[in-house]
């Protein structure tokens, strides 16, 4: 019997060079645009969920959590702040509450906010809206954590 050599690394490249195009859009504007990625992984509201080109079709509702991508040997990461995701062929679309790259994000401005939703959680006041001061904290909370992160590296 005759053995085909070299076809599994010539089928290897060919789905090596595969890409995904990765598309993260918030109510207020289109943060990506159908990015050629090769990898990226997304922070369900279950667990992180990792995408390739071949992926099977889905729709999964996102967490808080870092969503990153590679592309070109180079990784990227987001604050994602809830929504949702598609992943349908080799497009991925990310619809999110709110997003951020980590260099837009203002450590000051989010340390206020950081301490203006402790202060109304710590508050008795009847006119506080205590689960927007939760959401307003977790999301500060998140956009540090990817803030810090950053600058480690």
Not at 83 to 91: H, I, L, N, S
């Amino acid at each position: 019997m005759r053995r085909h050599r070299g076809c599994f690394s010539k089928c290897q490249k060919a789905v090596n060079m595969k890409k995904l195009k990765l598309t993260i859009l918030s109510p207020e504007s289109v943060i990506l645009k159908e990015k050629s990625v090769d990898y990226v992984s997304l922070p369900a509201f279950e667990g992180s969920m990792g995408v390739l080109p071949g992926h099977a079709k889905a729709v999964v509702q996102l967490g808080h959590g870092i969503l990153h991508y590679t592309a070109e040997n180079k990784r990227d990461e987001f604050a994602v702040l809830g929504g949702y995701a598609e992943v349908y062929k080799d497009d991925v679309t990310v619809l999110a509450e709110e997003a951020a790259l980590a260099e837009e994000i203002n450590e000051e401005e989010e340390k206020q906010k950081i301490a203006k939703a402790r202060a109304a959680l710590s508050s008795r006041d009847a006119d506080i809206d205590f689960e927007l001061a939760e959401i307003e904290l977790k999301a500060s909370l998140m956009k540090m954590r990817l803030k810090n992160r950053q600058s480690r590296n």
